[in-house]
């Protein structure tokens, strides 16, 4: 028995019987015949190779993976995305040095061959037997495609590129039988062009396209001679011949490829000796993959929307069908993002908050009545850099988001408002809002089991002053505490919960909020986007249309483009056009002579109201037009820096309030996004004002809030969110540092994000 070569490798008389095998083989392929199950060429050892004609005649090309381009609503690229680097073009758009090129070195009797080439086989084992070794190949290019194809089903699991590309006779002998029926069914140009296109180049680039535009930054069709030639000798080892990190080796690579193309008579020898004196001549273009490529800092919207896809039902039963088509890639998704909306908020965001800044602040807008989300940025730039952050804050945990959203303060309170007004309570509704009460105890809920206020719980206003009564439109515009929770008294929790259903309010981990009083104060994590579009309800007259980021989607397949379905929103009715018109009234008060007055607009109809929660560790101002709904949050991500004392996007701020920092931010952002576009007017209800003799209570603005002192009187006391927020009892248990708190103490307290 012949021994092996030390390197494992088989000895020069075993690679030309090898060799003479496949040549065998291939004669009696193309007779026809059919190999038995073992013969004297020993060539279906056991185990080792099946019966050729047991091997299904059908094989399917594989869709090659593409990169995906992401665009903005106006058609602006946001970002690529790619698994595999690849852009699929037809022969045409080929240059034909690049054509001539690799068959020149790769198979330069491919035109005169068949799917198999009996004397390149000869000629490989006579020069391999002289060499000792395999200096030679024999395989075609048909043969090289389907090894591709194999390769390109295997994906990225290691296990499955090992098979496709193992060195034994029964890989070959599917090779053989597949190159036949690829030259039967597809043709010489064919099956050159789809070898350009599936093969790798190296640096990330698979296909021609990707290759041309990676090393010299043109398209394919418009390569030259020497630059096809170059791309030509990469293929038989893309880490060898590496232009861009061994130069020598690759420009002697490019030069047997020039001398061969000059053999084989695509060109003269004077054009090659010509080429062969020119430099490399690379233009190098850096690959850009993934959302961290975002332009316009929309890198985690683009993220955003990369999970709704893997996300959605619509595109496909499981996860895996879904990533699948993610990963194979050739999509053009167009969505709703608004290049002058994103503008915007990146503008206002630097402006305001710098990215080293202690605290970071999010924002997203959406359109009412359509539930397009037109821009969505933060301070912190997507990245994993310093001062960075893969986490979106704007969206909630299975989006890319926080663990439970932040604690919304008092912008909570319009929710509580629109459930009493569809109750049929009066816009004139008044409580006797005390400066500090007890929560009121039972109120009813949804269930047969009243809440109850069995810990003494207290609710207190900002400060001593701020007592009542008030009716609605002063304690929405002072934010006053004490009323909503007397309000939540009186017409019960179920109506609230109910009323939150219909505007898609949950926590942002998805879990409903707490069907608890204090719900009225905003003590639990919601999301910007959450936020935003409930509010939206409140532009549109009461209409709730779920968030849609996805516009249209469509993907090469197989050179023909088809288009998939999306996601589309679903709107429903959230409450009356007479109680959003109401809640508009309220809500312009709160910009016009309440705690929003520094986040106003003077150029057209706006509404708002600001948040700031216990320990000044989050504030809001969520505010819309009737064409514009937006978000904006500033805050810490950990829920670890009390704004107090704190400089803010170079400004020194004694304590942070809802109108005061997220309220300049929400002001010039909307002025951008909505320059040049219509100014409509809400249907405005006549609230009349309460006769003043009637309250002692002054009450201040939102600016002169903020000590979030605990109200007088008996018993435990959950203490006042500055702005209309809650105060929690301290742990009585102690964390590890770094651990994400949540809180679940009926809901009365604040939640933990990362």
């Known amino acids: 028995m012949p021994k092996k070569r030390s390197g494992g490798g088989l000895s020069p008389t075993q690679q030309a019987a090898k060799f003479l095998g496949v040549s065998v083989l291939a004669g009696a392929v193309m007779a026809g015949i059919a190999l038995p199950a073992a013969g004297a060429l020993g060539l279906a050892a056991k185990g ?12 399917k090309s594989p869709s090659l993976s593409q990169r995906t381009t992401i665009l903005d609503s106006k058609g602006g690229q946001l970002a690529t995305v790619y698994s595999r680097d690849r852009t699929v073009v037809d022969l ?21 061959h068949g799917a198999i080439d009996l004397k390149g086989i000869l000629r490989a084992v006579n020069q391999n037997a002289q060499n000792g070794g395999v200096a030679q190949g024999a395989s075609t290019l048909t043969q090289q495609l389907v090894k591709n194809y194999f390769v390109e089903e295997a994906g990225d699991d290691p296990t499955k590129v090992a098979q496709a590309t193992q060195q034994t006779l029964g ?38 396209e990707a290759a041309s535009q990676r090393y010299f930054s043109k398209p394919a069709k418009n390569l030259n001679l020497q630059e096809a030639a170059l791309l030509a000798g990469i293929v038989q080892s893309p880490s060898r011949y590496d232009p861009v990190n061994d130069e020598e080796e690759a420009t002697k690579r490019r030069n047997t490829v020039l001398q061969r193309m000059a053999e084989v008579h695509d060109i003269s020898q004077e054009q090659a000796d010509a080429a062969k004196a020119t430099k490399l001549g690379l233009h190098v273009s850096q690959p850009k993959n993934g959302c961290i490529t975002a332009v316009q800092g929309a890198g985690f919207f683009c993220k955003y929307v990369e999970n709704v896809f893997l996300s959605d039902p619509v595109f496909g039963k499981t996860k895996e069908d879904r990533a ?12 709703t993002l608004d290049p002058q909306s994103q503008a915007s908020i990146q503008t206002s965001l630097k ?61 909570f309170k319009p929710f509580v408002a629109a459930a009493a007004l569809e109750q049929g309570k009066p816009a004139t509704q008044e409580y006797s809002s005390p400066n500090s009460m007890l929560y009121p105890s039972p109120v009813q809920t949804c269930g047969s089991k009243p809440w109850t206020n069995q810990a003494n719980e207290r609710v207190p206003n900002e400060s001593a002053s701020e007592k009542g009564p008030y009716q609605l439109k002063e304690a929405m515009a002072k934010s006053v505490n004490t009323y909503f929770v007397q309000m939540i008294s009186d017409i019960g929790l179920c109506p609230v919960m109910n009323q939150i259903d219909k505007l898609g309010v949950v926590q942002g981990n998805g879990d409903k ?3 608890v009083p204090s719900i009225a104060l905003g003590a639990k994590g919601i999301s910007p986007l959450t936020m935003a579009t409930a509010y939206a309800a409140f532009a549109s007259r009461g209409m709730y249309c779920t968030p849609v980021a996805i516009e249209s989607i469509s993907q090469q397949i197989g050179g023909r483009e088809k288009s998939l379905d999306v996601p589309k929103s679903t709107c429903s009715r959230a409450m009356s056009e007479t109680t959003a018109d109401t809640v508009n009234s309220l809500l312009s008060g709160v910009i016009d002579s309440g705690t929003g007055q520094q986040a106003g607009l003077t150029d057209r109809a706006n509404a708002g109201k600001t948040g700031t929660t216990d320990e000044r560790k989050n504030a809001w101002f969520v505010g819309y037009t009737p064409n514009l709904s937006g978000a904006v949050w500033v805050g810490s991500a950990t829920q670890q820096v009390h704004m107090v004392n704190i400089e803010i996007g170079g400004v020194y701020q004694a304590k942070v309030y809802g109108g005061q920092v997220p309220g300049p931010i929400w002001r010039d952002l909307m002025t951008g996004a909505l320059v040049g576009k219509d100014a409509p007017s809400f249907n405005l209800i006549n609230i009349p004002d309460p006769d003043k003799n009637k309250g002692q209570g002054q009450g201040q603005d939102d600016n002169n809030k903020g000590r979030g002192r605990h109200g007088g009187g008996n018993g435990n006391t959950i203490g006042g969110l500055t702005d209309g927020g809650v105060t929690f009892p301290s742990p009585t248990f102690s964390l590890p540092d770094g651990w994400i708190q949540g809180n679940t103490n009926n809901g009365n307290g604040n939640g933990g994000q990362r």
Request: glycine share 10%; net charge positive; hydrophobic share 30%.
């Open 48 to 59: 080792s190779v099946q019966g050729f004609d047991d091997i299904p005649d059908n094989l």
């Open 92 to 112: 045409k758009n080929i240059s034909p040095y690049m054509q001539k090129a690799i068959v020149a070195i790769e198979d330069s009797r491919y035109y005169q």
């Open 171 to 208: 890989r070959k002998v599917r090779e053989l039988k597949y190159a036949i029926q690829l030259e039967e069914k597809l043709g010489k140009k064919k099956i050159l062009e789809n070898y350009l296109n599936i093969t790798f180049f190296g640096e990330q680039a698979y296909g021609i």
């Open 324 to 335: 699948k088509i993610w990963n194979q890639g050739g999509l053009t998704i167009r969505t």
């Open 351 to 411: 402006k305001h908050v710098w990215k080293a800044d202690k605290v970071a602040a999010a924002a997203t807008l959406v359109e009412p009545g359509t539930g397009k989300i037109l821009g969505m940025g933060q301070s912190k730039p997507y990245g994993y850099g310093k001062n960075e952050t893969e986490y979106n804050y704007s969206v909630n945990y299975d989006m890319g988001g926080s663990n439970y959203g932040f604690p919304t303060g008092s912008t």
């Open 513 to 515: 909020l707490p069907e």
